[in-house]
């Protein structure tokens, strides 16, 4: 009401003229449009047999009740598009048939009070418009859904759900479209033979021999199905929106010079069925405005459970159409819009018209886009329109006896080649085979059996395929050893060199997307394979490190399966460590419910680097515990202790000789060299242990630098530097642990690194001269050797030679930590 109140406020009488000579153009189309709909649809509302035959004019009441209550609706503000075209729902024809055909199968044509009475105490609060027992049936076929619709769309609006419609799969929707448009050139062809419309309900060897061969037929349904063709033709060549309508002017016009040339009758023809009888649907129509009331003893429950699969399906079907049409029109005409204030309009339009006792309606894509092209997109022009269209419903059918049959089937083959079109032709090269047989297999189910099976059939079918194509595409992202996902920890040269041999004996495996039981059939049998004999042989695994961070859910079948592969790789002693996961995360309380995460040999973390952390600060402390001379303290990092012990000696198994004979060829090594040093002082110790391994360098050059650094000591939790802070020179890790956090682009996640004794801190920003790229915290009472830069400076005035192999070792450290870092970046 506001929005066309506001719009007729906005301009005077003299600009109100003006605007209403403009849009009689758009008016005039609209309302033939109309004509053409309400004709051609209103017609096949209800089955041509039984109680129902002769409701044709009935039908095409129904259809401008519809109409109008949807235009006076959007006009008056329950549309964002000001010159919105309401018109009745014509793809639920089909449905209107299978609920008509169930009640007059269930309540009995010798019931009418019954019929009359259970339909009107079930869908109206008051009372309705009625008449005799076949109106009735109507509110029964219209009512029931309109209501239900209109609810429908009322509370997807009003809750802000019109977006959850777009999740919907597409081609279940265009199979749906292509099984109507099926049912409608049945259709063409039973109102153009005059045929009871159950006639191809299914179509059967003998009705299509009987179209086929007799000759009578041939000459009602062909001349129909030519012209709808011609018409295809025609608009393929010529786009303008006038040419459908003028072409359907010109058929009557065509039909009745040949009829006064040849002198033909006219009852004649519609007794040879050229010509539709519509005297009692005359009569129906005069009865649609009649009111009468309920007795509510009469009242029968029955039928009303049993046309609710049908309501379903029908119900469902509707609330797809408005949020595909609105966006598209929206795009169409350049206006944005809101999808929830259109099912609001929806809404309240399908639910009044459900009080009126007439048929579901919706916004027309075609007509509102034809109307705004024509000079129709203002509220006054939709107002016009309306008054345009009650005026053909005050009017009456009576006109509709004189209008050819031809002109109504050939409408009715239009819109049903269209719809086939749109969904076999058009679709072809849009939707994958599978979401192509399945559109397919749609439309043969509607035809064949019924719509509503069709509708389910579809739903399982896309179902079906939606398990198969999950099932092919495969849920693991990588599969790799541990050597290939160091952590960024910086760790001391033999350490490092250590663990990237000793973590072949870790494998990851990082998964991706839905696991549920189409995926994760391939996910065990990989995890199987690694402890299989042959491979097992080849590599043992000490750790299983599967990462989840790309993984969106985890189904009951799934969580299953890793219980099972948990159980096989504890009797082979391997831990399964899960990562990208926590508690509180869909996954962890999917996994949660089937008791793995609470298993003594599985470990779980945030992220794949806090995984790799842990499996490898388990492999240095095996290797400290299995030597009892070692006397060197050692400090690891990590927020949790590894609670999983190795046994105390290295020999026996595989993979303890492994341990054991590469910490002998790094670790021990390393060792050995510190211990036959001529000079065990600090900071010497921690120069060799940070640089011997990158270098050949006679022991003595560090003896020489170590005079030029700074002993410092601090305290946990002590910030070394901010980000881009101006650097004051490097440090050198005696003991403790810092912590640094790398922001490198604003998007970009936060990448932490650990630097342990050892190891080298803020040593490219004091080479560079460049501001720190890091935050550093120390995590650990950490022992920091500094060489400043003013004594770096010094080093290099008194002793250039010794600076160069310095800053070469320098540069040598960073790499190999910067290539770590980057590819923990990497596989973010």
């Known amino acids: 009401m506001h929005g066309f109140i506001g719009e007729t406020h906005k301009i005077d009488s003299q600009e109100l003229v003006r605007t209403v000579l403009k849009s009689l153009p758009a008016v005039l189309l609209g309302t033939l449009l109309n004509i053409l709909d309400g004709v051609s649809y209103g017609m096949i509302i209800f089955p041509a047999f039984g109680v129902f035959a002769g409701l044709g004019g009935m039908g095409v009441s129904m259809f401008f009740v519809s109409t109008v209550v949807a235009q006076l609706v959007y006009c008056f503000g329950g549309s964002s598009f000001a010159g919105a075209n309401g018109s009745m729902m014509i793809e639920v024809v089909p449905f209107f048939h299978i609920l008509a055909s169930t009640i007059a199968r269930d309540i009995g044509d010798e019931y009418p009070k019954e019929i009359i009475a259970t339909t009107i105490a079930a869908f109206t609060l008051s009372s309705v418009l009625t008449g005799r027992s076949h109106l009735g049936l109507i509110v029964a076929c ?16 009003y809750l802000r759900l019109g977006g959850l419609i777009g999740f919907f799969p597409r081609h279940i929707l265009v199979g749906c479209i292509g099984g109507v448009g099926i049912f409608l050139i049945l259709t063409g062809l039973t109102v153009s033979t005059r045929l009871p419309s159950d006639a191809l309900d299914p179509p059967t060897l003998e009705t299509l021999r009987y179209f086929i061969l007799n000759p009578h037929a041939l000459s009602q349904w062909v001349p ?10 025609i608009t393929m060549r010529w786009k303008h929106q006038l040419v459908f309508p003028i072409y359907f002017m010109i058929i009557p016009v065509v039909f009745y010079v040949v009829v006064a040339a040849a002198r033909l009758d006219l009852d004649a023809l519609r007794r040879d069925g050229w010509l539709f009888d519509m005297a009692e649907g005359t009569d129906e129509l005069r009865a649609h405005s009649m009111l009468t009331r309920a007795d509510l003893g009469l009242i029968r429950f029955t039928p009303l459970w049993t046309t609710l699969p049908i309501q379903f399906a029908l119900l469902f079907f509707n609330i797809l159409h408005p949020p595909l049409n609105v966006p598209a029109l929206s795009v169409s005409l350049d206006e944005d819009v809101d999808t929830n204030k259109e099912l609001l309009g929806h809404g309240y339009s399908n639910l009044l018209a459900g009080f009126l006792g007439t048929v579901p309606n919706y916004l027309v894509y075609v007509n509102t886009l034809l109307f705004y092209r024509v000079g129709g997109g203002t509220r006054i022009a939709g107002f016009l329109l309306a008054v345009a269209t009650f005026i053909l419903l005050i009017i009456g059918t009576g006109p509709i ?28 090269h849009r939707v994958s085979r599978m979401e192509y047989i399945t559109i397919v297999s749609i439309m043969v189910t509607m035809t064949a059996w019924d719509f509503v099976i069709g509708v389910l059939f579809g739903i399982v079918v896309s179902c079906f395929f939606f398990v198969i194509q999950n099932s092919q595409r495969r849920s693991i992202r990588a599969c790799y050893a541990g050597e290939s996902a160091i952590s960024t920890v910086r760790r001391p040269a033999a350490h490092r060199a250590y663990i990237r041999e000793v973590s072949k004996q870790t494998r990851v495996l990082r998964l991706q997307g839905f696991l549920f039981f189409g995926t994760i059939a391939h996910v065990e049998e990989t995890l199987r394979n690694i402890v299989e004999d042959a491979t097992w042989k080849r590599n043992p695994v000490r750790f299983v490190v599967v990462d989840l961070s790309l993984v969106v859910g985890v189904d009951m079948s ?5 219980v099972r592969v948990q159980r096989l790789l504890a009797a082979k002693g391997v831990v399964l460590v899960f990562c990208g996961v926590t508690a509180d995360s ?22 794949l680097n806090d995984a790799m952390e842990w499996t490898e600060n388990a492999y240095l402390r095996a290797w400290f515990r299995a030597q009892k001379s070692w006397t060197t303290p ?11 012990s190795f046994d105390d000696t290295l020999a026996g198994s595989p993979r303890q000789m ?41 022991q003595k050059t560090f003896k020489q630098i170590a005079p030029y650094f700074e002993r410092f000591t601090f305290p946990d939790g002590f910030v070394l530097w901010e ?86 070792l320098v540069l040598k450290a960073a790499k190999v930590d910067t290539d770590i870092l980057l590819a923990a970046l990497a596989t973010r």
């Open 142 to 157: 219209s009512l029931t859904h309109v209501i239900c619709v209109g609810l429908a769309f009322f509370l997807l609006g």
């Open 224 to 233: 129909p199905l030519v012209l709808a063709v011609l018409l295809r033709l």
């Open 401 to 428: 006896a004189y209008i050819p049959i031809m002109v109504v089937s050939a409408l009715i083959f239009v819109l049903g080649i269209d719809l086939v079109k749109e969904a076999l032709w058009d679709t072809r």
């Open 558 to 562: 799934a969580a299953e399966a890793f």
């Open 586 to 607: 869909p996954c962890g309380k999917a996994l949660s419910c089937v008791g793995i995460l609470q298993e003594p040999s599985v470990e779980v973390f945030e992220t």
């Open 634 to 644: 050692i400090t690891l990092p990590g927020r949790r202790d590894t609670s999983l």
């Open 658 to 698: 492994q341990l054991r004979d590469v910490g002998e060829r790094t670790i021990a090594g390393a060792e050995f060299l510190d211990k036959d040093a001529e000079n065990s002082s600090e900071p010497y110790n921690t120069l060799l242990n940070a640089f011997s391994s990158y270098h050949d360098v006679d």
């Open 723 to 808: 980000n881009n802070d101006t650097p004051d020179g490097l440090y050198i890790i005696e003991s403790g642990i810092l912590r640094a956090s790398y922001k490198f682009a604003e998007h970009s996640p936060v990448i932490e690194e650990s630097m342990v004794s050892g190891t080298l801190a803020g040593e490219l920003s004091a080479l560079s001269g460049m501001p720190r790229n890091a935050r550093v915290v120390v995590e650990q009472q950490a022992v920091l050797w500094k060489l400043s830069l003013e004594n770096m400076r010094r080093l290099e005035t008194e002793c250039p030679h010794l600076a160069q192999i310095f800053v070469q």
